[in-house]
C-alpha cells in the first residue's frame, strides 16, 4: 500500500478506523474475532489505526492494542481524548487521559493524538499548550483536533501545529 505524510508522520494512505469494533454499526464482533480483523488489515497493508477513549468506553484501545502490540514499532496508533470538565486543569487531565490510552493501547507513545470535539467551554490554545510538550517530551508523535470549525482550527495551530484533522 502507498504511503502518505501527515506533518512529521508517515502512514499507510488508507487508515483503519476501529471504531465499529466495539460500538457504532450495529452488532459488534468479539474481542477475538477483532483483534483477527486487526491483524488481517495490518496483513493487507495497513499501518494506521485509528480508536478513541469513548469508543466502548475504553474497549476499543483495548482491542487496538492488544491486536497491535507485536507488531507496534511497524505502526502508527491515532487515538483521541474528549476533555468534558477542565476545572482540574488542561495539563493534568491531558496526561491522566493519556496515560490511561497507554495502559488500554499497552504502549509508552501515540503516533497521533486528537482533541476529540472541541465545545466552547474548552480553551483550545491551552490544550495546543499541553499537547507542544508532550510532542517535546516523545508521548506522542504529533496532534490534531476531530469534529471542530475552522476558528478553533487556526487558534490551535498557531499555538502548537496541528498533524491532522479529522472530521
Not at 73 to 84: G, H, Q, R
Request: aromatic content about 8%; some cysteine.
Amino acid at each position: 500500500m502507498s504511503k502518505r505524510k501527515l506533518r512529521n508522520l508517515e502512514v499507510s494512505s488508507i487508515g483503519y478506523g476501529a471504531m465499529g469494533l466495539s460500538h457504532g454499526y450495529g452488532p459488534t464482533p468479539s474481542k477475538e474475532e477483532s483483534i483477527k480483523i486487526i491483524k488481517k488489515v495490518y496483513e493487507m497493508g495497513y499501518t494506521f489505526f485509528d480508536t478513541a477513549e469513548v469508543y466502548g468506553h475504553g474497549e476499543n484501545e483495548i482491542i487496538v492494542g492488544e491486536g497491535l502490540k507485536d507488531i507496534r514499532d511497524k505502526v502508527k496508533i491515532a487515538t483521541k481524548l474528549f476533555i468534558v470538565d477542565p476545572s482540574e486543569g488542561y495539563e493534568k487531565i491531558i496526561r491522566r487521559h493519556l496515560d490511561e490510552s497507554f495502559k488500554r493501547l499497552q504502549t509508552n507513545y501515540v503516533d497521533l493524538y486528537y482533541l476529540h470535539r472541541c465545545p466552547k467551554t474548552i480553551n483550545v490554545e491551552e490544550v495546543a499548550k499541553v499537547m507542544g510538550k508532550l510532542i517535546a517530551e516523545k508521548k506522542i508523535g504529533g496532534w490534531g483536533l476531530s469534529q471542530v470549525d475552522s476558528e478553533t482550527i487556526r487558534k490551535a495551530h498557531a499555538i502548537t501545529p496541528l498533524t491532522a484533522i479529522q472530521s
